[in-house]
């Protein structure tokens, strides 16, 4: 299984999929991702809404390092 999250999901996609994979709550992946909650409600708003905010590529990246984190220690879990 990998946690490679694919580029082409939109970024509520994204966090949606990460806090799955990751099994956290919203606050527990900011805390850990280094954003801030009220930041991360925004960024998962629908384009739409209007207090949605575009993720930042640094923060899009904190996420996909917790992702990656977590699939090497499955890896090592398995071997």
């Given at each position: ?26 606050d527990?992946?900011?805390?850990q ?47």
């Open positions: 299984m990998t946690t490679r999250v694919e580029q082409e999901q939109s970024q509520q996609e994204f966090l949606q999929a990460a806090k799955a994979i990751l099994s956290l709550t919203w527990q992946l900011a805390e991702s280094g954003i801030a909650a009220r930041a991360l409600k925004n960024y998962r708003r629908p384009d739409e809404s209007q207090n949605h905010r575009n993720m930042p590529g640094l923060a899009r990246r904190a996420v996909q390092q917790l992702l990656d984190a977590h699939q090497k220690r499955n890896r090592k879990k398995a071997a």
